[in-house]
């Protein structure tokens, strides 16, 4: 079974550009969650899927971050304008809905993005 | 104050030593606790993770809550090069929910 898939692996960009992430979750996942690392801090949650819906976008910087999710599927983090402190890791994770007990969030290998 | 407080290290030890890995907490609804282990430039992976006050074993590892002190543990024996790696520690109130990490500690282990 293929895991938790990020695109692109690396990218870097000028402020003021825009750049989009894109995550494809495990097979069947109705949960989805995008968390950020910013360097030297802990990897912090910005916003969480159940299908197509946002369940919980309460880590979400600003308003220059959009995340969408078509048909439940892959996921999208769009920056637009980027700025120097977007720069970080940003990783995707997926998990079954849990029925009685924790759920087990599987993470991609994240997306470096530096903001020049 | 950060909810969740692990010292970064780094922590290097000798092959076969015991390893202790800790992280406080300062939210009492947190019922779930998880180490995850991440290898360089690789996403992070669950290690073992714990319901309320307890201890759970698994091979060379084993995790320890205590929730009246929110203190959490994971120990390794007998360690392994191949442990070397950062380790997080994870917290939620259960279900599906978010996760809130320590910083992590970064352990290298010396053959």
């Known amino acids: 079974e293929a895991g938790v898939t990020q695109f692109p692996s690396h990218s870097v960009i000028e402020k003021g550009q825009t750049v989009t992430l894109r995550c494809d979750p495990i097979?069947?996942?109705?949960?989805l969650y995008w968390y950020r690392r910013v360097m030297g801090k802990e990897i912090k949650f910005l916003l969480h899927?159940?299908?197509?819906?946002?369940?919980?976008e309460s880590g979400m910087p600003n308003n220059r971050f959009l995340a969408e999710r078509t048909g439940g599927t892959y996921s999208t983090l769009k920056v637009q304008p980027a700025e120097l402190e977007d720069s970080g890791v940003y990783f995707c994770?997926?998990?079954?809905?849990?029925?009685?007990?924790?759920?087990?969030?599987?993470f991609g290998p994240g997306t470096r993005l530096l903001v020049l | 104050q950060k909810e969740v407080e692990q010292d970064p290290g780094p922590l290097s030890v000798p092959e076969g030593a015991i390893v202790s890995l800790n992280c406080t907490y300062s939210?009492?609804?947190?019922?779930?606790f998880m180490w995850y282990r991440q290898y360089s430039r690789k996403g992070p992976e669950l290690l073992m993770y714990?319901?309320?006050?307890g201890n759970k074993e698994d091979g060379r590892f084993t995790a320890q809550v205590d929730k009246s002190s929110k203190y959490i543990s994971l120990f390794i024996r007998d360690s392994q090069p191949s442990d070397s790696a950062t380790y997080l520690c994870?917290?939620?109130?259960?279900?599906?929910?978010?996760?809130?990490f320590g910083q992590g500690t970064r352990l290298t282990i010396n053959p």
């Open positions: 994770a997926s998990s079954h809905l849990p029925r009685g007990d924790q759920e087990t969030q599987y």
């Open positions: 097979s069947g996942h109705d949960n």
């Open positions: 899927f159940v299908k197509e819906s946002k369940q919980d």
């Open positions: 939210n009492s609804a947190f019922q779930y």
């Open positions: 714990t319901y309320s006050s």
């Open positions: 994870a917290m939620s109130r259960g279900g599906a929910q978010k996760l809130v």
